[in-house]
């Protein structure tokens, strides 16, 4: 074999067992797949976005991002990373918005139906733009809370009217398998672990009401928590810096599903609640608050919920 396709596989093993698809993707199949052939075309599109999950996976540290996108998938178009731009994007968009089918559909930020032109690519609306593609797409993925559950577009006062990328379908009667990854931003294996299971099996994985794989939207992160025994016993960290459970300074852990307390950020490095801070909820439909910490009348409703 030739030894940097055997490194690659070996890190993108690494990435495999990280987000936990080792159960349907075993590392002999994944030594005969024929990576290099018949590899989906992806298109990733921005919405109103930071760009930080493209960031987040853009830094992915297993296994080099160049070869995921062009072994195991075949990235027809990124804002950040391809090289076409004006003219030469926007005839990739409308060449997949007219020629092609069954292309995976990745949109990050939120949809500002309520006002389009705050959100332009090719003097079109990005509303078009997904509108059409999602037609078009074989599955839609929503990258990070943003696309898949409104995130900071969507905050209480804002005017773009912003949607989720399931919402928007529903409102153009677009009918397509979705996948929803919230996190802000969002992790990268999460998205590998969907790419991977879609190339394998044909399908996305099982999915919750939300759109969200169950493997990692199971259980809220106050079920896993490592303080859950302080939690039970109530002692309670009085202020950032101090042992015990952080529900006195906020923390959403309790209505947020998500997979941080199995596996972390920056390749597992850390995730918030063990580095000592509440969890802000930012994977779940309540992100963001409009009063995030540190407002004693939202505290005493939470400590209400959980003391009676
Ligand atoms: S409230 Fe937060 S810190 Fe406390 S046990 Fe639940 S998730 Fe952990
Ligand atoms: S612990 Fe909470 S705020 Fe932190 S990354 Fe996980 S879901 Fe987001």
Same mark, same amino acid.
């Given at each position: 074999?030739?030894? /940097?396709?055997?490194?690659?596989l070996?890190?993108?093993?690494q990435?495999?067992?990280a ?6 993707? *075993? ?5 005969a797949?024929?990576?290099?052939? $018949?590899r989906? &075309?992806?298109?990733w599109l921005?919405?109103? *976005?930071?760009?930080?999950? *493209? ?6 540290e297993?296994? *080099? ?15 950040d990373?391809?090289?076409? !731009? ?11 918005? !007219? ?22 690519m090719?003097e ?16 839609l ?8 559950l409104?995130?900071i577009?969507?905050?209480n006062?804002?005017?773009t ?10 409102? &153009? ?10 996190? %802000? ?10 790419l991977?299971?879609?190339? &394998? ?6 999915l ?5 794989p ?5 259980? !809220?992160?106050h079920e896993?928590?490592?303080y ?19 529900? &006195?300074?906020?923390c ?5 599903? $998500? ?7 920056n390749? $597992?490095? $850390? ?10 909820? %930012?994977?779940?439909e ?8 540190? /407002? ?8 209400r919920?959980?003391?009676?």
């Amino acid at each position: 074999m030739n030894p /940097s396709r055997r490194v690659f596989l070996q890190r993108l093993w690494q990435v495999i067992v990280a987000a936990g698809a080792s159960s349907f993707f *075993s590392f002999e199949e994944l030594l005969a797949a024929p990576i290099a052939t $018949n590899r989906p &075309k992806v298109l990733w599109l921005h919405g109103t *976005s930071c760009s930080g999950c *493209s960031t987040s996976f853009l830094d992915i540290e297993q296994v *080099s991002v160049v070869e995921i996108l062009t072994q195991i998938v075949d990235l027809v178009f990124h804002p950040d990373v391809s090289l076409a !731009t004006g003219e030469q994007a926007a005839q990739i968009l409308d060449h997949m918005a !007219t020629e092609e089918d069954g292309f995976i559909l990745v949109l990050e930020g939120g949809i500002p139906v309520g006002m389009p032109h705050a959100c332009m690519m090719a003097e079109c609306p990005m509303t078009d733009w997904v509108e059409r593609l999602a037609r078009r797409a074989g599955v839609l993925v929503a990258a990070g809370t943003c696309a898949a559950l409104g995130g900071i577009p969507r905050m209480n006062g804002t005017l773009t009217g912003s949607m989720t990328l399931l919402e928007f379908i529903h409102h &153009k009667g677009i009918a397509k398998p979705l996948v929803a990854l919230p996190n %802000c931003p969002m992790k990268p294996e999460h998205l590998v672990y969907t790419l991977l299971h879609q190339i &394998k099996l044909g399908r996305p994985p099982e999915l919750d009401a939300l759109g969200r794989p169950v493997r990692f939207f199971g259980h !809220t992160i106050h079920e896993r928590c490592i303080y859950y025994a302080d939690f039970q016993e109530r002692r309670y960290a009085e202020r950032i810096g101090d042992e015990g459970c952080l529900l &006195k300074l906020g923390c959403q852990g309790p209505v947020t599903r $998500n997979d941080c307390m199995r596996f972390g950020h920056n390749n $597992n490095t $850390n995730t918030c609640i063990r580095a000592g801070h509440p969890c802000v909820g %930012c994977a779940g439909e309540r992100f963001p608050r409009q009063i995030m910490l540190h /407002s004693y009348g939202d505290r005493r409703s939470i400590m209400r919920e959980f003391e009676s």
